[in-house]
């Protein structure tokens, strides 16, 4: 959770800096969109940016306290002037905005600035985004509005322009495993979590997932089973493997564990040990390095990778993994 510009920056420094900047020089925009991919830390920073035009102990650097009266109301979604609109179903409506609109013209009984933060903004319906373009026209003083989308080009260019956006970045693998570390995460679980996905909010529900887990393990038995023969290989699917990773999803993410341990491999090859995922395989890793060839592992890599592609194209998962066993046994007899 970030509570703080600090935290912040550690993660979206850019966005830091500009927000920071604007709070410092008493130029807030009437309106922003904060656009980037889901997990960046849009929503967060939203209402980071409301605790700072609230809180009542603020410092000289616009921190907030996040221990004040208007503080812990934002935290919990109940101050007065702050409003969170999110999608009713699978759009935002017309009555949605009207409401907005209704009670914005309301004089606060707190203050004079009102904040309303728009998440999923592209969900919008037409009606409600030629609305919500009237309110945008014609701004509330001290009324700062803040759309959240993952998708800004589904937002009418009317109400995109009449907005400062601000580009939240992809985070990296590494920002992603410090967040699930300083969360509980165990840095292991941590750092493979956070290579399957770019998004923060999917890596700890990974990271906590007991199927995840015991996911680990299977494949990592499964990776054992393949340097000894075809027959173990085929006899591990039937009698544990396909037991687990009961549909495509799920096979496809045991995939995406095997092909970490490919990638491993080839890191120990070009004598890049520190980028290893399973860094606490490293010993039996090195070992299996010695007897694979890089060229075999690029060919290990590229099989695991059309099996994820036959995958999704709909090929009986069975059958995928399978003729994935007989590729990567065909390609050790040739190592």
Known sequence: MINTWNELKEIQPLVCQMLSNSLAKKRVAHAYLFEGERGTGKKEASILLAKSLYCEQLDENNQPCNHCANCRRISSG?????????????????????????????????????????????????????????????????????????????????????????????????????????????????????????HFEEARAISFDDWFAQAQRKVLKLYEVLNQNYMKGLLYLQEEWLDHFKDKEQIDRGLDLLLLIYKDLLYIQLDQKDSMVFQNMKLELEKSALHHSQRMLATYMEAILEAKRRLMSNTNPQLVMEQLVLNLQEGSSFV
């Open 78 to 198: 109940n101050h007065p002037d702050v409003h969170l609109i999110e999608p009713d179903g699978l759009s935002i409506k017309k009555d949605q905005i009207h409401l907005l609109q209704d009670e914005f013209s309301k004089k606060s009984v707190e203050s004079e600035r009102k904040v309303y933060i728009i998440e999923a903004a592209e969900k919008m319906t037409v009606q409600a985004a030629n609305s919500l373009l009237k309110f945008l026209e014609e701004p509330l003083s001290e009324t700062t509005a803040i759309l959240i989308t993952e998708q800004s080009q589904r937002i009418l260019p009317t109400i995109v322009s009449r907005c400062q956006m601000i580009t939240f970045q992809p985070l990296s693998s590494e920002q992603i495993k410090n967040r699930l570390v300083e969360e509980g995460v165990d840095i292991q679980t941590a750092a493979i979590a956070s290579h399957l996905t770019n």
